[in-house]
Nanobody, 126 residues
Framework: QVQLAESGGGLVQAGGSLRLSCAAS????????VGWFRQAPGKEREFVAR???????YYTESVKGRFTISRDSAKNTVYLQLNSLKPEDTAVYYC????????????????????WGQGTQVTVSS
């Protein structure tokens, strides 16, 4: 069993930055693939980024070059650095863990993940 807790959300102006953290407890996190998703009001949850246990990473097109996913295995934490934020990035951001063996082929599907955090709100003002 893995428990995930996101933090780092907040209110920021367009063009600003935030760093989201996803801290894991219960098991060593390093063998898990971890994804970030977001959900805006009235919209479906959408894939943002994923990092594999190998540190390979994937991003949705709209955040490439602006967001960076990384992990610190010693701290059992995965980060999502959000730069050049836009109002359309406003959403609740969730981290999720994919138990090994990773379902990399389905990296952008919520169903590929076994554990979810409670979410952290990111609001970008124009």
């Amino acid at each position: 069993q893995v428990q995930l807790a996101e933090s780092g959300g907040g209110l920021v102006q367009a063009g600003g930055s935030l760093r989201l953290s996803c801290a894991a407890s219960g098991r060593t996190f390093s063998s898990y693939a971890v994804g970030w998703f977001r959900q805006a009001p009235g919209k479906e949850r959408e894939f943002v980024a994923r990092i594999e246990s190998s540190d390979n990473s994937y991003y949705t097109e709209s955040v490439k070059g602006r967001f960076t996913i990384s992990r610190d295995s010693a701290k059992n934490t995965v980060y999502l650095q959000l730069n050049s934020l836009k109002p359309e990035d406003t959403a609740v951001y969730y981290c999720a863990a994919d138990s090994p063996p990773s379902r990399t082929a389905f990296f952008n599907r919520p169903s590929a993940y076994d554990y979810w955090g409670q979410g952290t709100q990111v609001t970008v003002s124009s």
